[in-house]
Nanobody, 121 residues
Framework: QVQLVESGGGLVQTGGSLRLSCAYS????????LGWFRQAPGQQSELVAT???????DYGDSVKGRFTISKDNAKNTVYLQMSSLKPEDTADYYC???????????????WGQGTQVTVSS
């Protein structure tokens, strides 16, 4: 099993930046994909970004050009650099290992506890 711990959330003004971190541990050798997701109150979980073991990345349409996912294998940490933040980016942000999409939502055997991001207008 993989354990994930997010950090770095907080309150920021519109146009500001934040960097989220997700430290992963445990049975990490088999991880193919690490992902960041977010969930706002009353809404479904939304894919923010993923990064594969080989380094390829994907982004949700709403964050392309503003967010950057990266990872440091030496530190077993995946990052989400968020820039040009908007009020609609306000949500709880979670990282997950090897997420899959079925039944109209995302699933993973390993989720972090989440970190809250609030963007004030």
């Amino acid at each position: 099993q993989v354990q994930l711990v997010e950090s770095g959330g907080g309150l920021v003004q519109t146009g500001g930046s934040l960097r989220l971190s997700c430290a992963y541990s445990g049975n990490i050798r088999g991880i193919n994909v690490l992902g960041w997701f977010r969930q706002a109150p009353g809404q479904q979980s939304e894919l923010v970004a993923t990064i594969r073991a080989g380094g390829s990345v994907d982004y949700g349409d709403s964050v392309k050009g503003r967010f950057t996912i990266s990872k440091d294998n030496a530190k077993n940490t995946v990052y989400l650099q968020m820039s040009s933040l908007k009020p609609e980016d306000t949500a709880d942000y979670y990282c997950a290992a090897d997420p899959v999409f079925f039944g109209s939502t995302w699933h993973s055997a390993s989720w972090g506890q989440g970190t809250q991001v609030t963007v004030s207008s």
